[in-house]
């Protein structure tokens, strides 16, 4: 692809176009409300090659493929991070992401004991400790019951840990893209224990995995009562294997790891299970040398989109559409304030609908850039009035140990060439 053809234009890959637009660039600067000159065109570009010959018919792909212009709009992972490939995790593409829902082919993994194919035929869902009516059911017995679809994200706990001491990865994906938003279909999790009867001594509930992990996990059984989906269904298909097919369990707005992929047991008892390695929580070094446990829910968050180290401001100075997105482990995003001043003064975005509780939340804002160095932000406050913080105010509590919970305000640095790089505020 050429470089014309990669930026902001069309971006059709055709090399015949692309010297075609730099003609017309060359040619007209009448002022206008929004688009560059270059935009202008009196008559209607040569057709290309696909508007004069005939294409393949539906045989060729039973499965849909994104445009093979989409190549570099992949999951990508870095090789010092984890341990081991079972250990493993990719990210999210977010530049590459135009609205709140995560592509299943985008959706970032993260694995303990890398990814089981599970045979639903043969897989079991075993509901049983504190209750009247223990279950084993199948995945046909399972669907029987009444369901639900609702649209949630979900993000590690570990989104943005490598930016707690410094500003060190150059790029969207790998800062932010520990995340991903679905439509989820599947049963709520209440329902499920209504079916069983959870005894009055019964409090806590352990969920467990059919990885070589057999991750689980404690939660709490307000929480499970509450909002906790076991779901089946992924953005209009099957759960990826990357998700846990055929079962998984989804945590509303809490951090990923209690979210039990390939879901295959669920414990009801009176404590949690704290003689289990690993169990029930992530913990996250304070600077006074102890431990915060217990800390489960995503804090509101927000990262613009565009521009971003990726996806740079390609064709100079005027008018562009600011984009973002914005989440909340407690609920709804109420607003999303962008600073191109660093954080000295903020402009109020547009919330795009659909505003949804626990869902990545689309914001935008138009503005002109004046072809100078800019420092972007953004800032969210969710329902409940928290107000995104700032990473100084957050290591204030934090500390630079942690590797959990870094929900603080991202700086883009756009230089004068339109490049963008991450960098942190004092
Ligand atoms: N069984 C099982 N469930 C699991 C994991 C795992 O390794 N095994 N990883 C957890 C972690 S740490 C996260 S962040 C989420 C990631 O979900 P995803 O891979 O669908 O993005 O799954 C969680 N559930
Ligand atoms: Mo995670």
Known sequence: MTQEAAGTEEGSGAPAMASRRRLLRTG?????????????AASPPDDPMWSRTLGP??????????SQYEKDAIRRYVPWLTQSTQSDVSFTPLQDQPGILTANGFFYERYHSGRPSVDPAQHRLLIHGLVDRPLL?????????????????????ANGGPEWPAAQLNSLQ???GMVGCAEWVGVPLSTLLGEVGVKKEGKWVLVEGADGAHMDRSLPIEKCLDDCLVVWGQNGEALRPEQGFPLRLIVPGWQGN??????????????PWYTREETGKYTELLPSGKALGFTWVNEAKSVLTFPCPEKPLTSGAGFYELRGLAWSGRGKIRQVDVSTDGGVSYTRAALQEPVL???????????????????????????????????AELRKVMGTGSVYLNNSIQTWQVLADGSVNNVQLS
């Open 357 to 391: 509780t626990k869902a990545l939340t689309r914001f935008t804002l138009p503005w002109r850039w004046d072809g100078k160095p800019v420092l972007l932000q953004s800032r969210a406050t969710d329902e409940t009035g928290y107000v995104q913080p700032g990473i």
């Open 28 to 40: 007209v600067v009448a002022g206008g409300a929004m688009l560059a000159a270059s935009a202008r």
């Open 258 to 271: 209690v979210s039990v992929k390939w879901l295959r047991r669920i414990e009801v008892g009176a404590t």
């Open 57 to 66: 018919g539906v045989a060729d792909r039973p499965y849909g493929q994104p």
């Open 137 to 157: 059911l199948s995945m046909d017995q399972l669907q029987r019951f009444p369901s639900v679809a609702r649209i949630h994200f979900l993000e590690c706990a």
């Open 174 to 176: 790998f800062t932010h």
